[in-house]
């Protein structure tokens, strides 16, 4: 049975539980105000509670709707609200210890998933490493970064980054070292950690798995123009009336035709969502403000060796080519590069690729490194990507991953040599 844990911080007094393994969990911790009513769409708001928080339940993730892996990594089922800006901290105390942090920015095209996630229990994380483990729930979708010209762009980047603001200021308290914080982010959050780069980093250290570089984000012109195409589906003929409309509304806007046709126009095979260069939050040209964003952080950079393989109409290898031409152009050529400049410029840089593919259909697509990198492989049980992976495999997978990744947080070393070597993992 759990028991009841406490931990003081400057605005108040939180109550986590201690789990069966010994780590102390603190759940649903709010780091800014609910996003609600004249603060939808707006830049997050720090958090206003004091006193007394009861942080022993798991809190609701960000609207949105099933994600399109869920072919590959199976569904999940978690409230929804968006009153969602919270933290979950997995610590072995909150005392006086200092330890190394990671803070999990979680992937889903910036669409989906979410931080409270059982998939991300970062308990085995924390216990094998004497770490804090810390996830991350941000607006997802038109709520976080729906672009209308003259409004805050990007405002889901901006809850990440008063997340890390949360963090350090308060993570002393919950048995942690602000000095020593690796970000470490997979897909979608992979790519805001290089976002956060280029502007004014609040770390040195990231963790960059299957970072869609490739991609790019999206100019301020195609913005605006799925924007009001966005806004006409959903009803709305300004943010200020799309503040009124129910979530509902918004989440059904995006699967509207008309959407859809100018997500097609575009051209570019970009999520509906995701970073926009508007020229305040994030420049109008990012391809030297990513260069130099190379040099701020010390990096382990990881992608899979079938990445397209996860999504709907791809395959693996010989079978689908243009699927894995694309996964080279949008995942493996610019995580090599990344870690190539990172080096360039006097920074430490590991590379590694993902080859574990437990079965034909999904060979090592896109998110097959999480259960490992985790610890969770049995939060995976669904899983169509892992059918049939044998429990010692797994297991191996695991320890090799795990011990890597703590090396890389405590400020060490994997044991491999740095980038261009590539390490394989399979």
Known sequence: MNQPVQAVLQAGTLTGEREAGGICCYRAIPYAQPPVGSLRFAPPQPAAWRGHLDATRAGPVAPQLPSR???????????QSEDCLHLTVWTPGADAGRRP????LHGGAWQSGGGALDWYDGSHLAARGDLVVVAVNYRLAALGWLYVPGQTANVGLLDQEMAIDWVLENIQDLGGDPERITVMGQSAGASSICAMLARQPRFSRAILQSAALGRGFRSAAQADALGQAFLHAAGAESLDAARGLPVAALLAAQQAPAVQDALRAEGSSRSQFCPVLDGQVLPHDIAPALQRAASRADVLVTYTRDEMAAFPGHMVNASDAAGQQAGEEV???????WARDAVASGRQAWLARFDV???????????????????????YAAAPMLAGLPEAQASRLTQQTQQAW?????????????????????
Request: proline fraction near 11%; hydrophobic fraction near 50%.
């Open 69 to 79: 892996l869920r072919g590959a990594m199976g569904d999940f089922d978690a409230p």
């Open 101 to 104: 942090v990671v803070v999990w």
């Open 331 to 337: 995942f493996g050529a610019p995580s090599r590069q």
């Open 357 to 379: 593919a437990p079965t034909a259909r999904f060979g090592a697509c896109h998110c097959i490194e999480l259960p490992f990198v985790f610890g969770t492989v049995g939060a």
């Open 406 to 426: 703590i090396a890389f947080i405590r400020g060490e070393a994997p044991d491999w040599p740095m980038a261009p070597h590539q390490h394989i993992l399979a």
